[in-house]
């Protein structure tokens, strides 16, 4: 892993794709670019929301489920953040829910030895229709009941990450409920549709109240499916400038966290300490 040159800074990236529903497709192109961002310095890489799978039928993630802490999915996302000597943010997998016919959208974290180190299901289950389009997470997932926050350190400086996925990106409560974090992780894959019209702004929203940085990484172009993502995967700072943005396709972004930067926007402004609910 590189060594930072400021304790108070942090490099990190944010992968998107266009997965398919070849499960070792996505997984050899998420490896390939985890590793170009490593080699490009980042110390933490987020994939998006999906990332292993996007089937052509809603049920494909249900037979690509895991057990927590065993599987092809998790085996190879460990392997890649050893290999690459990086924190790894993985997207979300398929793994077992109650429901033998849903399963969780889970986020893991893994840390540069390969080994878990935090965890989020995904909450908030998106559900849209027009004439053309329908969506029903709830048919085929089920919903997580607990937020999540993860912290790591960096030599000697620790940072805390609040953990959500996509649709969570509409319900400010929850990200209130993570307290003060450094950044927001975001995966997703949000729909053209909603993407064109909310994506950024929502992203912009939640890192101006919470002021931190927001990283969102999506999904960003049309699928075997035929289903159309809406991409621009973006870092965020606190004070709701973008710092970096992918319109679509395959790629990375990446930036750097500063805590000189969130000790500015706090102190000129410190809405935080202003709170009366």
């Known amino acids: ?8 800074e942090l490099k990190i990236a944010a992968i998107q794709m266009v997965s398919s529903a070849s499960l070792q497709e996505n997984l050899t192109t998420a490896k390939r670019l985890i590793q170009a961002a490593a080699q490009d310095g980042a110390q933490l890489a987020v994939l998006p929301e999906y990332f292993c799978i996007m089937g052509l039928k809603d049920t494909d993630k249900v037979r690509a489920k895991e057990k ?21 943010i993985a997207g979300t997998i398929p793994l ?5 016919n849903k399963v969780l959208n889970t986020t893991l ?15 908030h289950l998106f559900g849209f229709q027009t004439n053309t389009e329908r969506y029903q997470e709830s048919e085929t997932i089920e919903a997580g009941d607990e937020p999540s926050i993860v912290k790591i350190s960096m030599h000697g400086t620790e940072w805390t990450f609040g953990l959500s996925i996509c649709y969570d990106l509409r319900f400010p409560e929850l990200y209130r409920a993570l307290g003060q974090v450094d950044c927001h992780i975001i995966p997703a894959a ?10 950024e ?14 990283l969102a990484s999506a999904q960003g172009g049309i699928h075997q499916n035929q289903r159309r993502t809406w991409g621009n995967t973006m ?3 606190p004070w709701g400038d973008i710092l970096a943005t992918l319109p679509e396709g395959e790629g990375f972004i990446s930036g750097v966290l500063s805590k000189d930067k969130l000790n500015e926007v ?4 410190p809405a935080l300490a202003h709170r009366k609910l």
């Open 235 to 237: 870092l965020i700072d």
């Open 190 to 199: 949000f729909t053209y549709t909603t993407g064109k019209d909310h994506w």
């Open 68 to 88: 927590l802490g065993s599987g092809p999915i998790q085996e190879e996302l460990a392997a890649i953040a050893k290999d690459s000597d990086i924190y790894l």
């Open 109 to 123: 974290v893994f840390n540069p030895d390969g080994q878990r180190v935090g965890r989020y299901d995904k909450i």
């Open 201 to 214: 702004i929502l992203l912009r929203a939640r890192a101006i109240e919470n002021q931190c940085y927001v």
């Open 96 to 100: 077992e829910a109650k429901d033998p």
């Open 1 to 8: 892993m590189s060594t930072s040159a400021n304790s108070t």
């Open 266 to 269: 706090r102190s000129k402004l």
